[in-house]
């Protein structure tokens, strides 16, 4: 809802405010029901071999947690970097799921343990991130951005 958008997106202009929880918030908002469903299916295919790396049960799964609202955080904090006096509002889990799937492709090579960052599955994923996020911004300017109607 625009309430929710507006109370919990992030919007880099407010987190210098007192707004600093908005890099966690943001997350679990979404621009809507097909936005949910790529960030799910992301979550799934790219979060399964980071979560079996670190473990299971609580540990494990406390592990995760915190490495996918790190994830989160450090995206928003790349978002305002490029942003700081943006208003826009942004919501989603993309960065947090596109940390992820960084971490997976390094387990491809190896499962249980980490290939390099020049490894060929890290060089090819991060490719095709680049080329999908560029057509997204070329095609799909909607894309990680929600209106607030007044």
Not at 33 to 48: E, I, K, Q, S, T
Not at 81 to 99: E, I, M
Not at 119 to 128: D, E, I, N
Request: with cysteine; hydrophobic share 55%; net charge positive.
């Amino acid at each position: 809802s625009p309430a929710a958008v507006e109370s919990f997106a992030l919007i880099p202009a407010l987190v210098g405010e007192g707004g600093a929880e908005r890099l966690v918030t943001h997350l679990f908002l979404h621009g809507g029901w097909a936005h949910v469903a790529l960030n799910a299916l992301g979550l799934l295919a790219f979060g399964a071999p980071v979560a079996r790396l670190l473990g299971p049960a609580g540990r494990g799964g406390a592990l995760f947690l915190a490495f996918y609202l790190l994830c989160g955080v450090f995206a928003g904090l790349g978002f305002m970097l490029l942003h700081p006096a943006g208003l826009q509002p942004v919501v989603g889990a993309s960065g947090a799921v596109s940390g992820l799937m960084a971490a997976a492709s390094r387990l491809i090579e190896r499962p249980g343990r980490l290939s390099g960052f020049a490894s060929r599955p890290v060089v090819g994923m991060a490719a095709g991130w680049l080329a999908i996020n560029g057509l997204a911004a070329v095609f799909g300017d909607h894309l990680g951005k929600v209106a607030v109607s007044s």
